[in-house]
């Protein structure tokens, strides 16, 4: 069975720009979420996605925005990039409909840089 | 707040020794669930472990085995006989059941482990 997968697997962008990154869940799971892993700061939550709906989102501003489409896979948009947007981004996915009590099983990631 | 602190950073050890691996969190959830992922290189986490906060059950499976104290708020992770494809960056996380928190993982910063042939 196929896991997550993400793309692209690397991302280099200006300031200023706007990026789109992409995410397939395992097959059968609803539930797909975004995190970040910038250097210094560990792994910090984005978004959560379920059912095509935007549930629940970190501490991160509105330039950062997704949506899941109706096979469940999902995009990451970052608006007007800035130098500290430069990090590993990783989508998980779960059976479930994102309860506590999920599982999420993380793709490999797509390494944005910002130039 | 939620938090998970693991403590050592940066691990080395010489192929087949054992070691541990300390994660410390803070909930005010009765309800909660811990889990351990490990990332290589590669960057893909890998889910290893979960456990529920009522399971206090040990766990091995394996060269892995996995301690789990809610009187000390810990939940540590043993490798034994350790292996060069050990090495990795390994995280611990807390999911809780309050809303607006059920849906995300709290990580660690994670601890780097080296395993020396």
């Known amino acids: 069975e196929a896991g997550v997968t993400q793309s692209p697997t690397h991302l280099i962008k200006t300031r200023g720009q706007q990026v789109t990154l992409r995410c397939s869940p395992i097959?059968?799971?609803?539930?797909v979420y975004w995190y970040q892993q910038a250097l210094g700061l560990g792994l910090q939550f984005l978004l959560w996605?379920?059912?095509?709906?935007?549930?629940n989102r970190g501490n991160f501003p509105p330039r950062f925005s997704g949506r899941q489409f109706p096979n469940y896979s999902s995009e990451l948009n970052v608006n007007a990039l800035e130098l500290e947007d430069s990090a590993l981004y990783l989508c998980?996915?779960?059976?479930?409909?994102?309860?506590?009590?999920?599982?999420?099983?993380f793709g490999p990631g797509t390494r944005l840089t910002v130039l | 707040a939620q938090k998970v602190t693991q403590a050592q950073t940066e691990i080395s050890v010489v192929e087949k020794e054992d070691v541990t691996l300390d994660c410390v969190y803070e909930t005010r959830d009765t309800t909660y669930y811990l889990f351990w992922y490990k990332q290589p290189p590669s960057g893909e986490l890998v889910f290893l472990i979960r456990r529920n906060s009522f399971d206090e059950q040990n766990e091995i499976s394996g060269r892995y085995s996995w301690n789990f104290q809610k009187s000390t708020s810990s939940f540590n992770f043993t490798i034994t006989a350790s292996q060069v494809v050990d090495s990795a960056v390994y995280f611990c996380a807390l999911s809780e059941a309050r809303t607006g928190a059920n849906s995300k993982l709290t990580f660690g910063k994670g601890i780097t482990l080296s395993v020396r042939p």
């Open positions: 996605y379920d059912e095509g709906e935007e549930r």
């Open positions: 097959s059968g799971h609803t539930s």
């Open positions: 998980a996915s779960s059976l479930g409909s994102g309860g506590f009590t999920d599982t999420q099983y």
